[in-house]
């Protein structure tokens, strides 16, 4: 059940912040012309824990959401989006698994990568194709899903 809380704005940046909650889960969602941005945290991924579904779900609430707020769809398929969102919370992961469990601990670039990948994936930024320099990798990954 998606109920819609909390809804700012920031007009320094022109995005309009939602919170949902999803169940026990707070899912906090930007807005703005052309793109939308999500918070990967602790209650997206818990979320995205009740199966392969969920990241449908959300991508469904954002696309509808965003259409009731700007007047206009967002140039973004719907499994685009929900492999966008799957595969950066499973980055975010990844990359917080390697820098604690490396082989190669003592290499301080190795770290400084990690890092970086892991504060890349904190926000998912999902853009139309001419805004988001890899909106095709989603749309290939999408195309490989039979969802």
Known sequence: MLLFSQTGHNPRKGIIMIRWFITD?????????????????????????????ASYVLAHAVLTHYREL????????????????????????????????????????????????????EVIDCGEKHVDGNRFVFDIVSMLNRK
Request: contains cysteine.
């Open 25 to 53: 889960n707070q899912i906090r969602v930007g807005f703005d012309d052309c793109a939308v941005h999500i918070a990967s945290d602790d209650h997206l991924k818990a979320f995205l824990k009740n199966g392969s579904h």
């Open 70 to 121: 700007f007047g206009k769809p967002l140039s973004i398929s719907r499994r685009s989006l929900a492999a966008e969102i799957r595969l950066h919370a499973l980055s975010h992961d990844l990359f917080t698994a390697l820098e604690k469990k490396s082989v190669f601990a003592s290499d301080g670039l190795y770290h400084r990568f990690c890092r970086r990948m892991i504060r890349s994936a």
